[in-house]
């Protein structure tokens, strides 16, 4: 319970911290007018993280910590049989669980019912840092439960894992927020890193830029699997999805319920799997 106690207070502060920085960077270097109030934007993305955070950590946050110290001291996963020191584990789970993430990611633009979840996090018309914080309560448990599944057969230390999570939490933030990197630091970070310009072609109305660009944390596995894409023009993106056009369409009682809306497009998903 203590260390549960500490690791979701150490990934509260680097959240915090994240949204503090990134959203000082967006009103001094703001790179896209938004469309919404900022104000409003903020607090329904923000009010939708910290509830989806509140209900997880209370209702499954203790047991999924302890779900990992029992692999550990059991032994179990595949990291546990070579009994690395710890800043191997972390340095090793950090590279897998982010493929693993990516692998998990494309699942929820090519399986048609994880789609139905995902696609509040794509409705946004607005992509700024709060956008990291947009998923619906059903995907988080779904991937928390995923995460457990990878544990069993990983086997990373509690620790690993509290660090993974938080630096996909604050790569989000930077990924999303509403800023871009000058070149040539841009193009040099992305060789990494996923950036700004990187991300926000995903969140694009788009098919063919939406199914793409799935890396969370190091952009090489877009590159090593054939689904990066790179644009210039990124002042010409639109965001969100062409079935959820207008900002009334995605407020927070329909956010909700998205996930048992109509088939997207009839279907936006079912047309990139059978094509």
């Keep these: 319970m203590e260390i549960a106690i500490e690791t979701g207070f150490w990934r509260f502060l680097v959240a915090f911290g994240g949204l503090a920085i990134f959203g000082a960077l967006e009103i001094f270097f703001q790179f ?16 939708i993280g910290v509830s989806n955070g509140l209900i997880m950590y209370i209702t499954v946050g203790s047991f999924i910590v302890a779900y990992y110290e029992a692999l550990a001291k059991h032994g179990i996963g595949l990291l546990n049989f070579f009994h690395l020191g710890a800043w191997t584990d972390i340095i090793l789970s950090l590279i897998f669980l982010d493929f693993v993430t990516y692998i ?26 709060t956008s990291a914080s947009r998923f619906h309560l059903s995907e988080v448990a779904l991937s928390s ?14 620790i690993a894992l509290a660090v993974h999570e938080a630096a996909l939490g604050l790569a989000a933030q930077f990924q999303h927020a509403n800023i871009r990197i000058p070149e040539p630091w841009e193009s040099i970070t992305r060789l990494l890193f996923v950036t700004p310009d990187m991300h926000h072609i995903h969140h694009s109305d788009k098919l063919k830029e939406t199914n793409s660009n799935y890396s969370n944390l190091f952009s090489i596995w877009d590159r090593l699997f054939g689904t990066y894409t790179e644009l210039t023009e990124h002042e010409k993106i639109i965001y969100g999805l062409k079935d959820y056009p207008k900002i009334e369409d995605v407020w927070m009682k329909k956010l909700i319920v998205m996930p048992l809306g109509h088939q997207c497009g009839a279907s936006r998903i079912e047309k990139a799997v059978n094509t």
């Design 145 to 158: 439960a995923f995460k457990m599944v990878v544990g069993l057969l990983w086997g990373p230390s509690a």
């Design 32 to 47: 896209r007018k938004p469309l919404e109030s900022r104000i409003k934007h903020y607090i329904r993305n923000i009010s």
């Design 104 to 129: 998990w990611h494309m699942a929820y633009h090519r399986i048609p019912f994880l789609w139905r979840l995902h696609r509040v996090h794509h409705s946004d018309l607005d992509v700024d840092v």
